[in-house]
Every structure is written in C-alpha cells, then in structure tokens.
C-alpha cells in the first residue's frame, strides 16, 4: 500500500509543477481606453458620433507598444469615424462593420509605426451615439 501512495504522489508531482509553469507563461491582457471619448462631426452637416473605444490587447511589451502610438491610433480613428455618414450607423451590422473598420485601421497604423500589430487581439465600442 505504501509502494502505492508514493508512486501516486510522484505521479502528481510533474502535474503541478508543469502548472504552475503555465501560470508564469500565461500571457497578460488587458483593455485599454483610448481617452477621451471620440466626438467627430459626420460627413453630413449637424450631425455627429460619440463613441468609447477600448482597445483589448495582450502581452505588456504590446500594451506598452499601443499606448507609446495612441496619438497616430485616434487620428486614424478620427480620420475613419469623420468619413461616416449618420445613414452609415443606423443598424447593429452598420456598426459591427465599424468596429471591423477601426480594428483593421488601428492595425495598419500599428503596422506602419510599430512595425507590426502582434498583440492586438480586438477592438469594442463601450458607448455609441449618433446624433
């Protein structure tokens, strides 16, 4: 009986030390807020969009990557959301394609000053207003 409780605890013992390993590699991801909010006049006259972008990315040499652009990425934002008209924004397909169209925005602007968007996993509106 003792020969098999120790070949059972040597058994786990590889088990937990491989998890803790899987534990220390685990990336960490967090959601950053491009502040402040957008507020862009629309392509029509009168009218204009407020939305919350927050910027899900993983691993802190692409966190620390995305905040140092963070100037170069809401321009890119500005220069996408300007362009839109309110017609654009009506329904929750309009808005998902969006929110396509600023991710692949953020992730050519990574491309073209970073020299690579690894790291950026998505992109979410937390508040959207057309008015």
Do not use: W
């Not at 402040?36 to 990557?65: C, H, S, W």
């Not at 652009?69 to 996408?80: E, G, K, N, Y």
């Amino acid at each position: 009986m003792r020969v098999f409780l120790l070949l059972l605890s040597l058994l786990c013992v590889p088990h937990y030390a491989l998890a803790g390993e899987d534990e220390a590699t685990e990336m960490v991801v967090e959601y950053l807020a491009m502040t402040p909010k957008f507020t862009v006049n629309l392509a029509e006259p009168k009218k204009y969009l407020r939305v919350d972008v927050q910027l899900m990315v993983e691993g802190d040499k692409a966190i620390e990557k995305v905040k140092k652009h963070l100037p170069a990425l809401r321009h890119s934002l500005i220069m996408l959301f300007s362009g839109k008209s309110s017609a654009d924004l009506q329904t929750a397909e309009q808005r998902e394609a969006l929110r396509l169209d600023a991710l692949k925005v953020i992730k050519e602007t990574l491309e073209k000053y970073a020299k690579n968007n690894d790291g950026l996993r998505d992109l979410f509106f937390t508040e959207f207003l057309v008015q």
